[in-house]
């Protein structure tokens, strides 16, 4: 089970917040009060928040940084002019 | 006479009208039927009336049969392509017979010179270069005649009108398959700035036609640019990544590595929003690029969360889990180093749990992943323990085989080595480096108990490497302890490096012992007679001779058991035993046992041999009381059967003063020297 998901909040939410959503969560029923109890007490123990957010988050940020996007130059290319060399075949 | 000759010629008049009437041939019965109405007299009404009749239907007929003539002759011209004949025809049959199939024909050929019209205006007005005009009289065509040829000219004009949407839309419901409406449908597609269709549409050209060549060059260059200013948008990267990839692989455009990475990451990160986990295990398996640090984690949670589904991806999961948990230094995955651990070590537990799952639903080759997994998880332990907190070294905190693929394994080897105090002794030192050195595939294969590919993997040279040394070593003592247990020939030549292992780890010494000193098997003993022997020879120790002794008194007893040796062959082994180890009980006292069948032996073959002299010898000096007894049981017999024995008083006295001499000699207190002083006196 994702906690995380169950509360609908992102990882860097905060304890308060925490709750806050788990009260939401309550009402929107879209899971059970054990599995919303469950979620904000994984969410809150700190060890058991990192285990979570190490197993649901990724981060492709170091990915996207190391890449070089320079565009080369973009260049200039003819207009598209309607070829007859098909017709011909017809 | 004038009047009955008028008479007769009504009569005849009316003969001849019914018989052509019969004859069905009314346009001349109509005649006759006229010509004799003229001539009744007015008032026979009744004639008149029934000629009148008569006239009527043969009108009727006639102009029945002048339809029929028609609509046979419309149809000849129909079917001879000459619609304008037929139509004249069925025309004038309709207004003879007003039949409404006749109507319907004539509809129906309006309408195909219709058709006819409108398809020359449409070829002319395509011809003329009016392909709007063309392409609407085209749709006209289609409306009544719902052909797909139509469509594609419409299409195509509309193409060449400008109208590119509309022709797309055509197309699109199209089975396009020849190369001009390809090329038109592709076109029409690249007008609409859509370059990645119009090239998937184009690809399906064969052509080498070098307009065409360098007009799909230029599109794969409007879609290049086109790609970096949806990238600027940020969104769709899924699409952006497949159309950077196609033109990557293509037409190999360069300039667009960077931008296909960046579009599969931030494709990849929206994926695994929508737990997309399968296209993400695509996408990173099919990559081409190296796997960098970097990527260790997206990799690792990836295999991670297909397997928590399906049980798939296990080996994968081993191979990145270990690397993503430890990667780094110590607290970056929490708070804090101390919280740091604790998360790992649950993180750790969780995917042992997933492999474990498998392990006990599965076969043995999940049993292998276990012990790997056991394996790596201590060295990258180490490693992690042993870098610490320096940043500098966090790269290289790797599992082999990660840091083999990255080609870090050099790098790792290199800390190891310039770290040999970290490890608590030379053999943990060693073992540590051995699994990251040349011989680390042969360890991993010899730890999964596949000592035959262990073995056939072990590097050719050590080339004076010390963790390589020591990996070679491990493998050929595991291997040879698999064919000690399992057969094999020339074992020895697997414990020559024996020695100098157990000097380092005294464990796997003891294990050979404790293994020898369970063998009774002569086949097995065989071999491991063979095996501590070489070890002895090279490296002795006290438990290798212990061992060796052991068993070689268990061989030699068991070989003389199986008349592999002789009883000399035995005792001169159980000698050897004894000598390697004086406490060796059993070789004592199978030796002892050894020498009294020996000395028995040689005095039963004295006796045979009547040599008198040496069976005295041997009986007088043997320490042995079973050999005495021999002896004096030999007397005994012979005693016994003196008087079967044919022999007179005299020689019986002869012989008996023998058997006194060399009983005497042995022990000349025995009681047979009573027993034979007795039958002297008798004889005497």
């Known amino acids: 089970m994702n906690p995380y998901k169950v509360l609908n909040v992102d990882c860097r939410v905060a304890k308060r917040e925490i709750i806050q959503a788990a009260a939401l969560a309550l009402r929107e029923r879209k899971f059970s009060g054990r599995d919303v109890a469950l979620a904000q007490k994984q969410l809150l123990d700190p060890i058991s928040r990192a285990t979570h957010e190490f197993l649901h988050f990724i981060d492709v940020k170091p990915l996207l940084d190391k890449i070089d996007l320079c565009q080369q130059n973009e260049q200039k290319v003819a207009d598209l002019d309607h070829l007859s060399v098909f017709d011909e075949i017809l | ?684």
């Open chain 2, 1 to 684: 006479m004038g009047k009955k000759k008028k008479v007769k010629n009504l009569e005849t008049i009316l003969t001849r009208a019914e018989k052509l009437f019969r004859k069905a041939n009314y346009p001349l019965a109509k005649r006759e039927f006229e010509k004799a109405r003229k001539m009744v007299k007015p008032e026979d009404v009744e004639k008149l009336r029934d000629i009148t009749e008569k006239i009527k239907i043969c009108g009727k007929e006639a102009a029945g049969l002048k339809a029929e003539d028609l609509v046979r002759r419309a149809k000849k011209y129909a079917r001879k392509g000459n619609p304008q004949e037929a139509l004249k025809c069925f025309k004038e049959a309709y207004g003879i017979s007003g039949e409404d199939w006749v109507r319907e024909k004539i509809d129906r050929l309006l309408a195909i010179l219709h058709d006819r019209d409108i398809s020359k205006a449409a070829r002319d007005a395509e011809a003329s270069g009016e392909y709007l005009k063309a392409a609407d009289l085209y749709e006209q065509i289609f409306a009544a005649q719902n052909r797909d040829d139509i469509l594609f000219k419409r299409a195509r004009c509309l193409v060449k009108a400008g109208r590119h949407k509309e022709a797309i839309s055509i197309f699109r419901g199209l089975d396009v398959g020849d190369n001009s409406s390809l090329y038109d449908y592709g076109f029409a597609l690249a007008k609409e700035d859509r370059y990645y269709e119009c090239l998937k549409v184009w690809d399906n050209i064969k052509s080498q036609d070098s307009g065409f060549t360098e007009q799909k060059e230029t599109v794969r260059i409007l879609l290049k640019t086109d790609l970096y200013n949806r990238f600027k948008e940020a969104k769709d990267f899924g699409r952006i990544f497949d159309e950077t990839k196609y033109l990557v692989n293509s037409a190999g455009l360069q300039g667009l590595d960077g931008l296909l990475e960046y579009s599969k990451y931030a494709w990849i990160d929206e994926l695994w929003k929508e737990e997309q986990y399968e296209t993400i295990a695509d996408l990173i398996t099919g990559s081409p690029t190296e796997i960098s640090n970097a990527m260790v984690p997206l990799y690792a949670k990836t295999y991670f969360k297909l397997a928590e589904m399906s049980d798939t991806h296990l080996d994968d999961l081993r191979l990145f889990w270990l690397n993503a948990v430890y990667s780094g230094v110590s607290g970056k995955l929490s708070s804090g180093p101390e919280e740091d651990e604790i998360v790992r070590r649950e993180l750790i537990q969780m995917a042992e749990g997933l492999i474990t799952r498998h392990v006990n639903g599965e076969d043995g080759s999940a049993e292998d992943l276990l012990t790997l997994w056991n394996k790596e998880q201590k060295l990258i332990k180490d490693l992690h323990a042993l870098v610490g907190n320096r940043q500098d070294l966090a790269h290289l905190i790797l599992t082999p085989q990660l840091a083999a693929r990255f080609g870090k394994s050099a790098e790792v080897l290199q800390l190891i080595r310039e770290n040999m105090s970290f490890f608590k002794n030379r053999e943990h030192y060693l073992t540590a480096g051995s699994y990251y050195s040349l011989a680390a595939q042969a360890l991993f294969h010899m730890e999964n108990g596949e000592y035959e590919e262990a073995i056939a993997n072990l590097p050719n040279e050590t080339n004076g490497d010390e963790f390589v040394d020591y990996g070679v070593k491990r493998v050929e003592f595991a291997y040879g302890l698999y064919c000690l247990e399992n057969g094999g020939s020339k074992l020895g030549r697997y414990f020559e490096g024996s020695p100098s292992l157990f000097e380092i780890s005294p464990g796997y010494e003891k294990e050979l012992i404790e293994k020898a000193m369970n063998v009774y098997e002569i086949h097995k003993l065989t071999r491991y007679k063979e095996v501590l022997d070489v070890i002895h020879r090279i490296g002795p120790s006290k438990g290798i001779e212990s061992a060796l002794s052991i068993v070689m008194s268990r061989w030699a007893i068991e070989a003389y058991n199986d008349e592999r040796i002789n009883d000399k062959t035995l005792a001169i082994t159980l000698r050897k035993a004894l000598a390697l180890d004086p406490e060796n009980e059993h070789a004592r006292g199978n030796l002892n046992d050894t020498k009294v069948d020996l000395e028995r032996i040689n005095l039963i073959k004295a006796l045979d041999k009547h040599k008198m002299n040496k069976a005295c010898k041997i009986a007088a000096e043997s320490e042995y009381k079973e050999v005495r007894d021999d002896f004096f049981a030999f007397f005994r017999r012979n005693l016994d059967s003196l008087d079967q024995m044919g022999f007179g008083d005299k020689e019986k006295a002869f012989l008996l003063r023998d058997f006194y001499g060399w009983c005497a000699r042995v022990d000349d207190s025995h009681s047979i020297l009573y027993d034979i002083d007795v039958m002297l006196d008798q004889l005497e």
